[in-house]
């Protein structure tokens, strides 16, 4: 798989780290970033309920404890809120649909370009 920070997609920017984020976008980013993040946590909580409620011995403790470890830092490293990064990230929730572009909206359209062709850059990347 391509790595998605190799690609040159930063329209009107030399890197991503170089976009400046207006007050009123960084409101509009904690909201969908904090939402997309309580929406995967709480799926997460009803998956560890689920397979919580079939342990049958105590190995399977262990189990769902490693399960729960890989899953943490899955989502640590997927939810990072650095403005550098931030295209990146919501590039991403947005390709996993965890946030929707309705939530981004009040992105300045350089912002909205770079999320929405890595979402799409993702997906032909897994469909590859």
């Known amino acids: ?5 190799q690609s040159p997609i930063h329209y009107g920017y030399a890197s991503a ?3 400046t984020w ?3 976008e960084k409101t509009i980013a904690r909201k969908a970033f904090d939402a997309a993040l309580k929406r ?3 799926e997460l909580m009803q998956e560890a309920k689920e397979i919580a409620g079939q342990i049958k011995q105590p190995s ?7 399960y729960l470890t890989q899953r943490r830092k899955e989502i640590d490293r997927k939810y990072d809120y650095r403005y550098s990064h931030l ?3 919501f ?3 947005l390709y996993e649909t965890r946030v929707s572009e309705e939530e981004l909206r009040g992105f300045s359209k350089d912002k909205l370009k770079t999320i929405r062709s890595l979402a799409k850059f993702l997906a ?3 469909a590859a």
Do not use: F, I, Y
């Open 1 to 5: 798989m391509s790595s998605p920070s």
């Open 17 to 19: 780290s170089d976009m």
């Open 22 to 24: 207006s007050r009123s």
């Open 40 to 42: 995967e946590l709480h």
């Open 60 to 66: 399977d403790l262990w189990d769902l404890q490693e």
């Open 87 to 89: 295209t990146q990230v």
């Open 91 to 93: 590039g991403r929730l």
């Open 124 to 126: 032909e990347d897994r």
